[in-house]
């Protein structure tokens, strides 16, 4: 089984934040703790984590062009990439053109809408059966295209995970995906 990973999602899972809220007041702790413990449920569960290549696009946008290598080579092994092709762009076009009227955000523009219909659509392209974002707009569009649409849990049904999770990584927690030197200070919005 597949399931794609939203950018917020892989960045929460994958880099540490020193900040105690992000810009909407989410508790960031709490958040790089759920996406963790995502990660390793999907792994412990045998689950092929999905990275659209659009959402690796935006991770790598926070990270000097010199770590980029670095960074794909871990993805590398631990996620799979789908390409944003020429069908992913004809699902993404034709979901596009069926959200006309899906509400747009405060601030945001149709464009956002539209690299979110590339995001989804490249995860269903992979097959993904389950789609996690924390965006209710991603998860919905997920759900149109068949998808499974997930928030982050809030826990683990694995116990061991959960109690991983809460632990620093020098008493036994779940260590970042990425080594410190190749992460920016702080997460994207």
């Known amino acids: 089984m597949r399931a794609g990973l939203d950018n917020n999602i892989l960045v929460w899972a994958t880099r540490m934040d020193p900040?105690?809220?992000?810009?909407?007041?989410?508790?960031i702790a709490d958040l790089q703790?759920?996406?963790?413990?995502?990660?390793?449920?999907?792994n412990q569960k045998s689950f092929d984590i999905v990275i659209p290549a659009v959402v690796l696009s935006e991770y790598l946008c926070a990270i000097n062009t010199?770590?980029?290598?670095n960074v794909?080579?871990?993805?590398?092994?631990?996620?799979?990439?789908?390409?944003?092709?020429?069908?992913?762009?004809?699902?993404?076009?034709?979901?596009y053109r069926s959200t006309r009227t899906l509400e747009v955000?405060?601030?945001?523009?149709?464009?956002?809408?539209?690299?979110?219909?590339?995001?989804?659509?490249?995860?269903h392209?992979?097959?993904?059966?389950?789609?996690?974002?924390?965006?209710?707009?991603?998860?919905k569009?997920?759900?149109?295209l068949?998808?499974?649409?997930?928030?982050l849990p809030t826990h683990s049904e694995d116990l061991l995970i959960n109690l991983e999770a809460g632990l620093p990584p020098s008493e036994g927690g779940l260590p970042p995906i990425l080594p410190p030197d190749d992460l920016p200070p702080f997460a994207l919005e």
């Open 72 to 95: 794909i080579a871990v993805f590398k092994e631990l996620f799979f990439t789908q390409p944003f092709d020429d069908h992913a762009a004809a699902v993404a076009a034709s979901l």
């Open 105 to 123: 955000e405060p601030g945001q523009t149709k464009r956002v809408l539209k690299i979110d219909t590339m995001v989804v659509a490249s995860a």
């Open 141 to 144: 569009l997920a759900e149109m």
């Open 66 to 69: 010199a770590k980029h290598g």
């Open 19 to 27: 900040r105690p809220v992000d810009g909407g007041g989410r508790d």
């Open 125 to 139: 392209v992979a097959r993904c059966s389950t789609f996690y974002s924390n965006d209710k707009r991603c998860r």
């Open 33 to 42: 703790r759920r996406a963790q413990t995502l990660v390793a449920d999907l």
């Open 146 to 151: 068949g998808m499974i649409a997930r928030d």
